[in-house]
Nanobody, 123 residues
């Protein structure tokens, strides 16, 4: 499985960005996918997971601001990020578990990762 993220960039606080992640190399509609992020000097943390049926679960620090969606026909995962804050600055990654069910946002449970896309939010 391979993933390519896009859509990162630099915005001011309060702005919006939409990230995309396109998958290849496997049957996309059969597995849980998720977004993670990693800020400099910090551990990778979960943002949201979404199962093949579209059920989502968000981390508390992005609830109400970020919205994830997936288009199984287009083999794509999206992350709409609104009301961005400087603390959202990080490299954002999409990832896949080897299961239909998502269960949690533990990075160690996700086997395949994209290369990441940088999001920078200035105050």
């Amino acid at each position: 499985a391979q993933f390519v993220e896009s859509g990162g960039g630099s915005v001011q606080a309060g702005g919006s960005l939409r990230l995309s992640c396109t998958a290849s190399g496997y049957i996309y509609g059969e597995y849980c996918v998720a977004w993670f992020r990693q800020a400099p000097g910090k551990e990778r943390e979960g943002v949201v997971y979404i199962n093949p049926a579209g059920m989502t679960s968000y981390a508390e620090y992005v609830k109400g601001r970020f919205t994830a969606s997936r288009d199984n026909a287009r083999r794509s995962l999206y992350l709409q990020m609104n009301s961005l804050k400087p603390e959202d600055t990080a490299v954002y990654y999409c990832a896949r578990r080897n299961t239909f069910a998502c269960s949690n946002l533990d990075p160690s449970q996700y086997s395949y990762w994209g290369q990441g896309t940088q999001v920078t939010v200035s105050s």
